[in-house]
């Protein structure tokens, strides 16, 4: 399932953990680099979100070890 902080699919995550079934990300970091329709609604580099990028910074790890449930 392709799940990442900008896709949170919360419901199937939900539903599937009510169910004790094992959810697997599909790309979990996003598409960085990937351009989808060329313009300001492309996906952003989730490696450089100023978010993730906190939390890394605060646990002392890169932001592509950050995990989130």
């Known amino acids: 399932v392709e799940l990442h902080p900008y896709l949170t699919q919360s419901e199937l995550v939900d539903f599937c953990a009510s169910r004790d079934i094992a959810l697997t ?11 989808l329709l060329n313009d300001s609604a492309d996906p952003k580099d989730l490696l450089k979100d100023p978010v993730v990028k906190l939390i890394a910074e605060k ?3 890169s932001p592509a070890q950050v995990r989130w449930t």
């Open 59 to 61: 646990h002392r790890k």
């Open 25 to 35: 990300a599909f790309s979990p970091l996003g598409s960085p680099g990937r351009s």
